[in-house]
């Protein structure tokens, strides 16, 4: 049985529903028509000596308030406010204002144009019905107004007319401020609901793409089992016939290559196996130090050329996904490897772990999560990358001179989102290549 405290949460942990932002922006509407309300009353009470039934005033203006801090307790309940609701909320603000216009000269008082705020909300929030009857509404009482009202007394005459104009100015001042408050305000949170509605369908698109991308890796694996096994048979059946045949031993430096080679692919597609079974078990959370030390290890040994120095001794660490982690770091480093290749002994890839004290995780991971984020940065000293292919990089298949699809950068990039993190480029033609991997620890 749910809880009935659990019907109950902060007013900004709701403002991000959309009936909870009306209700906000209504609220605060609300308020500046009371603060104008009690302004206009004092000038006309103090400044123009205006004979006002201040008790009846200041009882509706107090509603006014009241019902106002009945919508602020309204906004602490989980519940979504409906139209019918909010019909109902823009409804009294019009039955308040009637009787305060009531109490002050009706139709003939120059703040009669009051109603025009209110309309304005209710046509930025409500479904057209609900704006058409609250027109009506408001169109009823105005008309009524022009035939029941107390007549407002001023004892000079002769200024009626000029305070009168004065009255219409500051009326029309209030109601343009507070309408184009609110309707920008209005527009505003259309407009980021409709940035993130097209970030989501962006990271659905490549979510797409990343599934189609898994369906042919794995599709591709389970079609390299056959062909390599058939060259390992071969490979072995030389390496046999050298044994015999003085001719074939000039190849065993290439027999032997080939046989590494065929060791390194069929590890490469047994990884893959026992990745997806750790992911499955979900048993992959372990110090990062050992791990990383031992995946920088194997990397070398492919790369037995290139000069990598590594600072990520950071003891206590530890993070969970790590085979995600593994190839995200393996792409990034192979990509560092390709840039520094006609560089020769100059070529040179660094790594560090650190913790992520500028906050690059953003609030949409650390901060939402709670959760301390470290960095791993890969960077070499190639000859970089152009900002046009920079920009475009990690989004979607690139065409590059260099030979690379961008594939790998793509599901990195999409890897490191789905762990909590974030993945950043950065590079200058000619100065190298920045790589920042940003990730949640344990």
């Avoid at 995600?324 to 393996?330: G, K, V």
């Amino acid at each position: 049985m749910t809880s009935l405290t659990s019907f109950f949460i902060p007013v900004q942990d709701q403002v991000n529903q959309p009936q909870h932002l009306l209700l906000s922006r209504l609220y605060w509407l609300r308020w500046a028509m009371v603060a104008g309300e009690l302004l206009v009353l004092a000038g006309a009470h103090a400044w123009l000596h205006i004979v006002l039934p201040l008790p009846a005033l200041l009882a509706l203006i107090a509603l006014q308030a009241l019902i106002n801090a009945a919508t602020w307790l309204r906004m602490r309940w989980a519940r979504p406010a409906e139209q019918a609701e909010l019909f109902m909320q823009l409804l009294l603000d019009v039955a308040v204002l009637t009787a305060l216009l009531y109490f002050s000269g009706g139709s003939t008082n120059p703040f009669v144009s009051f109603y025009l705020p209110a309309l304005a909300a209710g046509a930025a929030t409500l479904a057209w019905p609900y704006a058409l009857l609250l027109a009506v509404c408001a169109l009823g009482c105005y008309s009524g107004l022009v035939y029941f009202y107390q007549p407002l007394h001023i004892h000079d005459h002769g200024q009626a007319m000029a305070y009168h104009l004065a009255g219409m100015w500051i009326n029309f001042s209030i109601s343009a401020l507070l309408i184009t408050w609110f309707v920008s305000r209005i527009a505003a949170a259309v407009r980021l609901r409709d940035g993130q509605l097209a970030q989501a369908r962006e990271r659905q698109l490549q979510s797409h793409r990343i599934v189609a991308l898994g369906t042919q890796a794995a599709g591709a694996a389970h079609a390299l089992n056959t062909p390599l096994s058939t060259v390992a048979v071969i490979a072995g059946e030389l390496r046999r016939d050298m044994a015999s045949n003085a001719a074939l031993a000039a190849y065993e430096e290439d027999v032997r290559v080939v046989e590494e080679q065929i060791a390194v692919c069929k590890a490469a597609l047994e990884n893959m196996r026992l990745d997806a079974d750790a992911q499955a078990r979900n048993e992959d959370s372990a110090p990062i130090t050992p791990w990383l030390t031992s995946l920088l290890e194997g990397w070398r040994l492919r790369h037995p050329a290139v000069l990598l120095a590594a600072e990520v001794h950071q003891p206590g660490w530890q993070a969970s996904q790590l085979q995600d982690l593994s190839q995200i770091l393996l792409t990034l480093l192979d990509n560092a490897a390709h840039a520094v290749r006609g560089l020769g002994h100059r070529g040179e890839i660094r790594i560090r772990l650190a913790p992520d004290e500028a906050g690059e995780g953003g609030s949409a991971t650390a901060g939402k999560a709670g959760r301390t984020m470290a960095i791993i940065e890969v960077s070499d000293n190639g000859a970089g990358i152009s900002p046009e292919l920079l920009q475009r990089l990690g989004h979607g298949p690139v065409a590059s001179s260099s030979g690379g699809s961008g594939i790998g950068l793509m599901l990195a990039s999409a890897s490191a989102t789905h762990l909590g993190g974030k993945l950043k480029l950065r590079s200058s033609p000619g100065q190298g290549t920045v790589a920042r991997l940003c990730f949640p620890l344990v």
